[in-house]
């Protein structure tokens, strides 16, 4: 299954951004949000699996809101009062519950940008 993440664009400070991710097969399965830094490691954001249910890095609880219609095969991540912190590029993959080990391969991600 292919995984195209988009919707990231810039924001300032404050503001919020709606990220999808298209599958091109069915997404019945536990998937997540992770972002990158240059620099850094990959780190997991948010992760919903089959049945609704979900779990947030904590930096980003009560933020963020990770939600899928599987109608559809797509996967969302809401993204509100945004800081300067969250800029990065964005990736949705499937992943392992409850620990997020991502488990498929990467898709082109998303760019988020966070302006003061």
């Known amino acids: 299954v292919q995984l195209q993440a988009s919707g990231g664009g810039l924001v300032q400070a404050g503001g919020s951004l709606t990220l999808s991710c298209a599958a091109s097969g069915s997404i019945f399965k536990t998937m997540g949000w992770y972002r990158q830094v240059p620099g850094k490691e990959r780190e997991l954001v948010a992760l919903a699996d089959g049945n609704g249910v979900t779990k947030y890095a904590n930096y980003v609880q009560g933020r963020f809101n990770i939600y899928r219609d599987d109608a559809k095969n797509t996967l969302y991540l809401e993204m509100t009062s945004l800081k300067l912190e969250d800029i990065a590029v964005y990736h949705c993959?499937?992943?392992?519950?409850?620990?997020?080990?991502?488990?498929?391969?990467w898709g082109r991600g998303t760019q988020v940008t966070v302006s003061s």
């Open positions: 993959n499937f992943g392992q519950w409850p620990t997020g080990q991502p488990l498929g391969s």
